[in-house]
């Protein structure tokens, strides 16, 4: 009975500890602080800093900035070559060499390498009947390219005389224009070189 009145303490409630606690280790003081300040300098450094809205930080070239600048050759402005490539290779071949009988060389020509003011005549207003190109004669129609400019056949005429181991100085856009004026008379191709020889 005497029990039941006054619970002795067991000795297995002495020897239990209480139960753990959890408790809540607050953030610390200095690091809300610290997060906050680079929270703010991160918003000031974002539109403090130009963005980009005013045209001036945008692209400022140009269609004609982007094109690939056109390549120089001799005395002209113009790329002979391209000339070449589109107005004279289907006939006179990219090496130069013609085809044998029907369209004669430039490579090694006395009319590309020698006088300028005859080869000049030959591009303005073209050739129709016999011509002797490195000692074989040829019968065919050389088209006039007086639609050309002064610079353009300049161009390609100074192109031809400096290819395929040819060595004739550039010719000049003056020239052409001089001899465009001089020659302004001639209607219709030359008739062969016979023709070209007495015309200059
Ligand atoms: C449709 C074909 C054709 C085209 C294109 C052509 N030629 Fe000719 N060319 C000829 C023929 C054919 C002759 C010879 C003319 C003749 O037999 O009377 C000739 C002759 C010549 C000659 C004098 C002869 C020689 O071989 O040296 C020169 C220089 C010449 N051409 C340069 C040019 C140049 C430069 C171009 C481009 C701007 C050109 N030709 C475009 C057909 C052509």
């Known amino acids: 009975m005497s029990n039941q009145d006054t619970p002795p303490p067991y000795e297995q409630e002495l020897r239990e500890k209480s139960e753990p606690k959890e408790n809540v280790r607050r953030v610390p003081y ?7 300040a680079i929270a703010m300098w991160a918003l000031n450094n974002i539109f403090s800093t130009p963005s980009g809205e005013l045209t001036e930080y945008g692209d400022q070239r140009t269609v004609a900035d982007l094109r690939p600048p056109i390549a ?8 002979g070559k391209q000339i070449y490539a589109g107005k004279c290779i289907a006939c006179h071949q990219g090496n130069g060499n013609g085809v044998a009988g029907v369209f004669p060389p430039l490579a ?13 005549h030959i591009l303005l207003h073209g050739i129709n009947g016999e011509i002797e190109v490195k000692g074989v004669v ?9 639609t050309l ?3 353009e056949l300049a161009a390609v005429m100074s192109y031809i005389r400096s290819d395929w181991g040819n060595t004739a100085p550039a010719i000049k ?11 302004k008379d001639q209607t219709g191709p030359y008739e062969g070189g016979k ?3 007495e015309g200059s």
């Open 149 to 151: 400019s002064d610079d």
């Open 72 to 79: 120089t050759s001799g005395a002209s402005k113009v790329d």
């Open 195 to 197: 023709a070209l020889k």
């Open 30 to 36: 200095f690091l809300i602080m610290l997060v906050g």
């Open 173 to 183: 856009p003056a020239t052409v224009k001089e001899q465009r004026e001089a020659t």
């Open 138 to 146: 040829y019968k065919g129609a050389m088209p006039a390219w007086k």
């Open 108 to 120: 090694a020509s006395d009319w590309v390498t020698g006088d300028e003011k005859t080869l000049t």
